[in-house]
């Protein structure tokens, strides 16, 4: 009965949180279509001339043609974004990967050191990964590196040039490697609860028709933690694609990924809003489009299952 | 030890003796840690026999099969199939095909591709696989719902999905665990019937395990009864059923279960008599005749089968029961009755009603009298 007529405050209280939400949102979303001029200049509110000057801007290295108003393309945001894509998408492909055999192996089969490994990857998942920066950023520069006139990294240098020792700083493989360790406990942690809901008799009964381990593996348990994964990946994208600390550390010129250059994009001295704006905008896209995708798999997944009635 | 059924063994040849068992368990022992679950098996399964191992919850049974099955390890002993140790192989390696409780089918699978599991992991060829899942499925009555999900299908449905799994495998061997106890009572009726009618068309071996006594009785060839990690009994159906070796089988078998009193043996004259608290009952000669000089303290069984209500009979062949409780069940009444301090079931065919209270004078097949040493409870 109570339930049939709210309290007034309540509604509000929903009014001020979804403005809270979705505020910043719209109000990015408005302010990259408006020069700089409008943005600073206070002219608020709806009322102003849509332009797509600041989209030009920052897509002037993919274009293909040459917007009248930049005479030189200053920011590489095409390239960046690629690098975004190709660090976030591998690295998840390899977070599920292992973190999903991993997750099996710690539910599934008893070894030593089960149980320890188990709470280690929980508590590695509480550090921050603030932590890991400055240790990261030596042994990536200084540690971990290839010599120059050595098989391997001589063959590397001959084929992608550049100066000193080959190392993983400012390379792909240093920010997804960095990204997977990060991201891996998490995965681990959540897949372990979708496989523990997997009946045991399911693997027993494809035991006994003839599959090995690997491929009840593959048959049985990967296609019934389908909604596990897809929940997984749309957290480590997430995370992958949006992380600034440890890009900023490891990326160099040619590895930037998006966050670094929307900050990068902010001088001393002019901060181009209408330009960062529609980066800003440009850089939800892909999560949203990823997590459409993902959640399809997650429904799916949980009307597929019910293996009792 | 050095015998010449060991270098047999050992040179893998198959023992000496002809006609061997399909299936032989040899000091089969279970340990998880340091509880001992099963204290030394000893089965042989002869070929397409159907073997029913029955007993309580935590007897073993269960364990027995998926031992035999691979999905749990042997801690000694070992298994025979046709005579090869196979104990230490994988399940897939057996050659065997397993229904299991809960089903176990692939939810993410229809039908279909449930039941054609197996095969598609042999790499059979494709229209192979398809004419084996259409033959099956019409064995089992499956064929409108090949492209069904389980999770689209009812209980029975699901059954016979299992079921059918297991037939597409064309294993020599055949394990059932518990496979009707998820269906309701109708239903598990319905399917026991149409398991023994598979019975009579699939010559396998098959192994079943029950804890139900009803399902053991109308399928079995051989029956295994099992209590706290031992075999108690195994033979035919109607010879546990008629001679059981003591008195857990006695008790675990035959619904009503069987009737316990305690008793004395005494001799009057040439005629045995068992005595106890408001009986005293004539020992069959036959019966007598086996016991030799055991007199002394028994437990007297008689099933409720084996009390007929008969006002006239003499005093030295009937019970006199007080009856406490009177269930009507439609064709007979069920009557729990008091005989001095111990109850007593017996069943009336009989529309008369009964009166609580009232005493009735049953008779007692002479056949129908089972004793057991009281200690050891042990048949005598």
Request: with cysteine.
């Amino acid at each position: 009965m109570e339930h049939d007529r709210q309290n007034p405050a309540f509604y509000a209280l929903l009014v001020a949180l979804i403005f809270m939400a979705v505020g910043p949102i719209f109000l990015m979303f408005v302010n990259s279509f408006k020069l700089d001029v409008d943005i600073i200049g206070g002219t608020s509110g709806l009322l102003f001339l849509p332009t797509i000057q600041n989209y030009e801007t920052a897509l002037c290295d993919i274009l293909w043609y040459e917007p009248d108003h930049i005479d030189f393309c200053s920011l590489k945001f095409g390239g960046a974004f690629i690098n975004s894509l190709i660090i976030a998408l591998i690295s998840t492909f390899l977070t599920l990967v292992i973190g999903c055999m991993a997750a099996y192996a710690l539910v599934r089969f008893r070894f030593m050191g089960r149980d320890t490994a188990s709470l280690t990857t929980l508590m590695v998942r509480m550090v921050p990964p603030a932590v890991l920066l400055v240790p990261v950023f030596g042994l990536w520069n200084n540690e971990f590196c290839l010599d120059r006139d050595g098989l391997i990294g001589g063959w590397i240098r001959d084929t992608f040039g550049g100066r000193g020792d080959v190392c993983l700083a400012g390379t792909h493989s240093g920010i997804i490697l960095v990204y997977v360790a990060m991201n891996l406990p998490f995965v681990i942690w959540i897949l372990q609860s979708f496989i523990v809901q997997v009946p045991r008799s399911l693997e027993e009964a494809a035991r006994v028709d003839g599959a090995g381990p690997f491929q009840v593996f593959f048959r049985v348990v990967l296609p019934l933690i389908k909604p596990g994964l897809a929940a997984a990946a749309i957290f480590t994208f997430r995370i992958a694609w949006n992380e600034y600390l440890l890009a900023s550390a490891l990326s160099d010129r040619n590895t930037k990924t998006v966050p670094i250059l929307i900050v990068n994009n902010m001088s001393e001295f002019n901060v181009e809003w209408g330009v960062i704006m529609a980066t800003g905008m440009l850089l939800a896209i892909p999560p949203i489009i990823f997590t459409l995708f993902a959640s399809r798999q997650i429904i799916t997944g949980m009307t597929a299952g019910a293996v009792k009635g | 030890m050095f015998t010449f059924e060991n270098v047999y063994k050992i040179m893998n040849l198959g023992s000496a003796v002809e006609s061997m068992p399909k299936i032989r368990l040899d000091k089969l022992i279970k340990r998880y840690g340091a509880v001992q679950v099963l204290h030394g098996i000893d089965l042989e399964m002869d070929e397409d026999e159907f073997t029913v191992l029955v007993g309580p919850s935590g007897c073993g049974k269960s364990t027995t099969l998926r031992m035999i099955a691979g999905l749990e390890s042997v801690s000694d002993g070992e298994i025979y199939i046709n005579d090869k140790p196979v104990s230490h192989l994988e399940p897939k390696d057996r050659g065997l095909a397993m229904v299991f409780q809960d089903y176990a089918l692939y939810p993410h699978m229809d039908v279909a591709r449930n039941i054609s599991f197996a095969l598609r992991l042999q790499k059979r060829p494709k229209a192979e696989i398809d004419a084996k899942v259409r033959e099956v499925a019409a064995t089992v009555g499956l064929s409108e719902f090949l492209h069904r999900k389980p999770g689209a299908l009812s209980g029975g449905q699901r059954q016979r999905v299992a079921m059918a799994r297991a037939l597409a495998k064309d294993s020599d061997i055949f394990l059932f665990d518990e496979p009707l106890s998820n269906l309701d009572a109708k239903l598990r009726g319905q399917m026991r019937a149409e398991l023994g009618v598979m019975r009579q068309n699939v010559h396998k071996n098959m192994i079943y395990v029950t804890h139900d006594q009803i399902e053991a009785m109308t399928l079995a060839d051989r029956i295994v009864v099992m209590h706290g990690g031992y075999i108690q009994q195994q033979g035919k159906p109607e010879e546990l059923f008629k001679r059981p070796a003591n008195k857990f089988v006695a008790g675990f078998l035959g619904s009503p279960p069987m009737n316990f009193l305690d008793a004395e043996l005494k001799s009057d004259g040439d005629q045995l008599f068992a005595a106890g608290d408001g009986f005293k009952l004539a020992v069959p000669s036959e019966l007598a005749a086996t016991l030799g000089e055991t007199a002394g303290a028994v437990t007297l069984g008689i099933r409720p089968s084996d009390l007929n209500y008969d006002p006239d009979a003499a005093d030295d062949v009937a019970l006199d029961l007080r009856v406490t409780v009177s269930e009507y069940i439609g064709a007979q009444s069920v009557l729990m009755c008091a005989c001095g301090g111990a109850s007593v079931t017996v069943e009336l065919k009989s529309e008369t009603p009964i009166a609580l209270g009232e005493t009735l004078r049953f008779a007692v097949r002479p056949e129908g009298i089972h004793l057991f040493d009281r200690k050891t409870e042990k048949a005598l």
